[in-house]
């Protein structure tokens, strides 16, 4: 489990399809304290360390979860948000987060509003009913709060601090985002279903 509030900005500084896609990624995460198979939310995604160096750690990534997130546009150099998961006493700061990506939205329109930027983003369809004005959402790893809703588009607002902690400085039109929908959303909306 994870909590949406980013801790690192890595890098991706290898790519190897072998079977299954195999990245290395750079990290500042002091690497001793990191055991093998743990998980770390990279860009969303709850990934499992298969190996790890002195500032860095590989992952391994079936071809199932390239499918159902944006980790197939991943290429050398690309940030990505990452987060460690949640140890018994860490402060909640943002939601709960899974890790486990629910599908790709993508940017379609992005505005300046005094230092902030106002983001829209496009959900999938089946997906667009879970996210309500003032709910949470993960994007890309990032826990966030909707500003509002019309259909499947939904607007989030960043803040200059967000922008400059996360990626989310380098948001460009068009980019694919990895989409987690708040579980207690999906609950609700499934006890709806029986009523």
């Known amino acids: 489990m994870f909590t949406g509030i980013i801790t690192d900005v890595g890098s991706i500084i290898e790519l190897e399809q072998q ?8 990290t500042a995460y002091d690497t001793a304290t990191i055991d093998m198979g743990a998980s770390i939310a990279s860009d969303g995604v709850c990934l499992t360390v298969v190996a790890l160096g002195d500032d860095w750690y590989d992952v391994q990534i079936s071809a199932e979860t390239v499918s159902k997130t944006n980790l197939g546009d991943w290429t050398v150099g690309k940030r990505l948000n990452l987060e460690r998961a949640l140890k018994v006493g860490d402060e909640l700061g943002g939601h709960i987060v899974s890790g486990h990506v629910d599908g790709v939205a993508e940017v379609v329109d992005i505005r300046d509003e005094g230092d902030s930027t106002r983001v829209t983003l496009r959900a999938p369809e089946a997906l667009a009913k879970f996210i309500a004005p003032k709910g949470s959402v993960a994007l890309n790893g990032t826990s ?47 006890l709806g279903e029986f009523s």
């Open 19 to 26: 079977g299954d896609l195999r990245a290395r990624i750079r």
């Open 144 to 190: 966030l709060t909707v500003n509002e809703v019309a259909g499947c588009d939904f607007g989030i607002n960043f803040i200059p601090h967000t922008k400059e902690v996360t990626t989310w400085g380098d948001v460009a039109l068009g980019s694919r985002v990895n989409l987690e929908i708040d579980t207690l959303a999906r609950y609700v909306a499934r």
